[in-house]
């Protein structure tokens, strides 16, 4: 690859980066990042738009790193990702791993929270 078809390519990668962000992201969460869960056996995402619930989900893990055995599914009119965990949670710290596939563009996005069971 010459040096100029190189610079190119980190273009078109710097601009796939930069727009990314402006798709699928959750607006709300419930527990909130940080927050205390009222229901142990289902969390539940709300995204700024519509996605694809065949091709997000979530990971829970535990203090450990462990990951909770748990399944999802969009909901709210696919602009939300209930997540149910196969047991409910026991008291502790979790940390929550979500990704999202835009039903607009098929854009992926990722992030993470955790929150406390008490
Ligand atoms: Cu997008």
Redesign the pocket.
């Known amino acids: 690859m010459t040096t100029p078809s190189r610079l190119a390519l980190a273009a078109a990668l710097t601009a796939v980066a930069s727009?990314?962000f402006?798709?699928a992201k959750p607006i709300k969460s419930d527990p909130a990042a940080g927050g205390e869960p009222k229901d142990k056996s289902n969390l539940e995402l709300t995204f700024n738009e519509e996605i694809s619930g065949k091709l997000s989900g979530a990971e829970v893990k535990d203090a450990a790193g462990a990951k909770v055995a748990s399944s999802s599914m969009a909901d709210q009119g696919n602009k939300g990702l209930m997540v149910m965990l196969k047991a409910p949670l026991k008291a502790g710290d979790y940390k929550v791993d979500w990704h999202a596939v835009?039903s607009d563009?098929g854009?992926k996005t990722t992030g993470s929270y955790s929150f406390t069971v008490k």
Request: glycine share 0%.
């Open positions: 727009t990314a402006a798709h835009s563009d854009h």
